[in-house]
């Protein structure tokens, strides 16, 4: 019940077209990061916008395709047989370095990525 009321709240906040099309972000998404009581290690982002396809994040990922940022099912990503899986080094210790104990790539592309997947790899990790 309290899932459900979260998720139409954020349907319902005023202004949502407003800061859609605001003129200085013409590109923006919105995100609502949900943290779960029973699950507090898995925040849930809530993408909505124009190509947030305004689908739950458990049942989207993200991928660029063609240079393009999309957002699909896991059932659409897994059907394209040119997109390929990008992993951490198996020794990651910094950024994103759960992923690996879960056996779950960083990155989802049919480009060829290595100059971003640098990039990324370069973020330092800032522990509080």
Request: hydrophobic share 40%; glycine share 4%.
């Amino acid at each position: 019940m309290q899932s459900t009321i979260k998720y139409l709240s954020i349907h319902l906040i005023n202004g949502v077209e407003k800061i859609l099309k605001n003129e200085f972000y013409s590109d923006c998404i919105r995100l609502t990061v949900h943290v779960k009581n029973d699950r507090n290690d898995i925040p849930a982002i809530y993408t909505l916008g124009k190509i947030g396809g305004n689908k739950l994040s458990q049942h989207v990922c993200m991928s660029v395709v063609d240079g393009v940022i999309l957002f699909s099912t896991v059932l659409e990503l897994y059907k394209n047989d040119k997109i390929k899986k990008y992993f951490l080094p198996t020794d990651w210790k910094g950024l994103f370095h759960w992923l690996n104990s879960e056996n779950q790539p960083l990155l989802y592309s049919n480009d060829n990525i290595s100059h971003a997947f640098s990039n990324i790899l370069s973020i330092p990790l800032i522990k509080m």
